[in-house]
């Protein structure tokens, strides 16, 4: 896939622009993710995918775009709060959008239906990028099953790797590190998936063993 020539925009750090474009479906990534993203699904070929934070949407589109392209049929259930016009064009990629707030009884518990999903035969992949991704991901990493993998954005390791090789160079917003998901990571048993590639996109991969 010719990544180079589909990226339209790259998102500006010195002016605090968090927007990539690719086919003109515009993500709050960096420019790399794409590239990154569609790797991943064709190595680990998921089943599912749920993800927390639809936004603008442009992330959602390319993971639709991925699947059909790599002809993965992976469902793709994405969950917001907040409505948007474009949100129908995303429907109707096949994406089955809400507007639902999974974490309304401040994030102890989902919905039976959303455990459900999870834990159905086959690689399911959370992407944890709503408004508390540190909750999202110590809460939703509790029902993945073994295989299952589950990440977050605006991730960096460290304060000292986000100051040092991060800000102003890569990504400009750090909302998780590693220290708040270690007790989760101990808990359900996760562990890196190819932690320099997701890391200089600043996402956080983990696999259930």
Known sequence: MDFKNEITKKCSLEHNDSISTYKGWGAQQNYNTFEVFYNFMKEVKPKRILEIGTSIGG????????SDELKLNTKILSLDIQ????????????VDLRIENIFKDGYNNIPQEYKDFISEEGITVILCDGGDKIREFSLLSNFIK????ILAHDYAYDKEL??????QKIWNWHEIAESDIKDACEKNNLID???????SVVWVCKIKK
């Not at 992330?59 to 991925?66: A, E, G, P, R, W």
């Not at 073994?146 to 993998?149: A, E, L, R």
């Not at 986000?162 to 800000?167: T, V």
């Open 146 to 149: 073994k295989g299952d993998y």
């Open 193 to 199: 998936y190819d932690r320099e590639t997701f890391q």
């Open 83 to 94: 409505e948007h016009s474009w949100y129908d064009d995303i429907i109707k990629m096949g």
């Open 59 to 66: 992330m959602t589109q390319f993971l639709q775009y991925s």
């Open 162 to 167: 986000f100051d040092r090789e991060i800000n």
